[in-house]
Structure formats: structure tokens, C-alpha cells
């Protein structure tokens, strides 16, 4: 069983920046998959990012590419992402995935554990 913890979200300015991070339990955290993902009220979860196991690939949503970066640290079973040039259409809650196979994904159902979500809003 893996736990997901996130941290960072709160409010900005269009243009600001946040760093979101995601701390793992568990001694398998540097086999998995991670990824983010986030939901605005009355829409559906989209995918943002992911990044394999070694951290060696990282993909991202058309929206957030240039702007977010996805990264591992697995010594500390954290992964973060660094949001910049926020906009107010990123405004959502922020999730942390974790998936089981070491490959990235950009699929929801293909990830195992959850985190609570953390708010980002980013106002005009």
C-alpha cells in the first residue's frame, strides 16, 4: 500500500509561480510511475503530467507543456511540480498519482494510488 501526501497548492497570481509536492510511504515508491493530475469544479479530472520511474521521462498535457515541470527525487519518495506563468484556467484541485508499472501515463485508470488533493488558484 502506497500513501499520497500533497502540499503547496494555494492561491497566486496570473504569472506566479507554485511548487507542488507529493510525498510517498512505502519502499517500492522508486519502481513506480507518478503523475498529476487536477479537476475544476464541474469538470472532469485531466491529466497534467507524469514521469517514469528513474525520472529519466517526463510527459505532459498540450495545456501545461513549457509552463510545468514535472521531477523525482526518489532517495526522498517525493515528486513535485514546478508550476510557472500560471494562469486562472489552471485553477483546480491538484492530485498525485501513483502507478504501479514503472512507465508513464497520462490515463487516469491506469493509477493505482491517490492523494487527498491540494487547491491551486490562480487569480486574474
Known amino acids: 500500500q502506497v500513501q499520497l501526501v500533497e502540499s503547496g497548492g494555494g492561491l497566486e497570481q496570473a504569472g506566479g509561480s507554485l511548487r507542488l509536492s507529493c510525498a510517498a510511504s512505502g519502499r517500492t515508491f522508486s519502481s513506480y510511475a507518478m503523475g498529476w493530475f487536477r479537476q475544476a469544479p464541474g469538470k472532469e479530472r485531466e491529466f497534467v503530467a507524469s514521469?517514469?520511474?528513474?525520472?529519466?521521462?517526463?510527459y505532459y498535457a498540450d495545456s501545461v507543456k513549457g509552463r510545468f515541470t514535472i521531477s523525482r527525487d526518489n532517495a526522498k519518495n517525493t515528486v513535485d511540480l514546478l508550476m510557472n506563468s500560471l494562469k486562472p484556467e489552471d485553477t483546480a484541485v491538484y492530485y498525485c498519482a501513483a502507478r504501479k508499472s514503472g512507465y508513464y501515463s497520462a490515463m487516469s485508470y491506469n493509477y493505482d494510488y491517490w492523494g487527498q488533493g491540494t487547491q491551486v488558484t490562480v487569480s486574474s
Open positions: 514521469i517514469n520511474w528513474s525520472g529519466g521521462i517526463t
